[in-house]
């Protein structure tokens, strides 16, 4: 689980393909303190320490990137990293599971202020039902409000320190980025699903 409070950003070093899956290497600024086996978000994409060498290399299985915008996973790309939180971490965005739900497009940055407004494209229908007014979504791994919504979109507004600590001063209109909808509203949708099927 991870909080969607994004740590820091990094540079990929290195990306290994295969037919149906890739490995990228990251150098985050805790590597002495990873261990094989430990869950790091991505790009708000939980990934496991597949191997420790100079750099930490991670493993995106054939799944992980049928969700994912295959344009991340180049050399030189800024990318969002988070560790999983520990019992008794503070929680300052919401809970994040890491397991992306696929990718949405970014239809308009606007400056207000020192702030930035972000209106984001839903075409998919049942996502929509999970967005709500003041609700909790996660975009490449950034906990963010949703503060508006329309009949096929969203916008949420990126504060100033958000934008200097992430990788959403690179967001460009057009862009494809991964969501993750708010846990609590697919467990109720789902439950709601499968009492309308009985």
């Not at 978000?41 to 493993?59: P, S």
């Not at 606007?110 to 998919?124: D, L």
């Not at 460009?172 to 499968?194: C, N, P, R, T």
Request: charged fraction near 20%; hydrophobic fraction near 40%; aromatic fraction near 8%.
């Amino acid at each position: 689980m991870f909080s969607g409070i994004i740590e820091e950003t990094q540079l990929i070093k290195s990306v290994v393909n295969s037919a149906d899956d890739l490995i990228i290497s990251i150098s985050p600024s805790f590597k002495k303190q990873c261990v094989l086996g430990q869950s790091i978000a991505i790009q708000g994409i939980c990934l496991t320490v597949f191997k420790i060498q100079e750099d930490i290399l991670f493993y995106l299985s054939p799944e992980t990137l049928s969700k994912t915008n295959q344009d991340y996973w180049q050399v030189g790309q800024t990318v969002n990293i988070e560790r999983s939180l520990k019992m008794g971490d503070s929680i300052d965005g919401h809970l994040v599971s890491g397991h992306v739900d696929g990718l949405i497009k970014i239809i308009s940055i606007k400056q207000i202020g020192e702030a930035h407004e972000v209106t984001f494209e839903v075409s998919n229908p049942q996502q929509m039902k999970l967005v709500y007014p003041k609700g909790s979504i996660a975009i490449d791994g950034i906990s963010l409000t949703i503060n508006e919504i329309g009949i096929n979109f969203f916008k949420v507004m990126i504060i100033p320190h958000t934008w200097q600590n992430t990788n959403t001063k690179n967001w460009f209109e057009g862009q494809f980025v991964h969501v993750e909808f708010d846990s609590m509203a697919k467990m109720i949708d789902h439950q709601l699903s499968l009492r309308n099927q009985s």
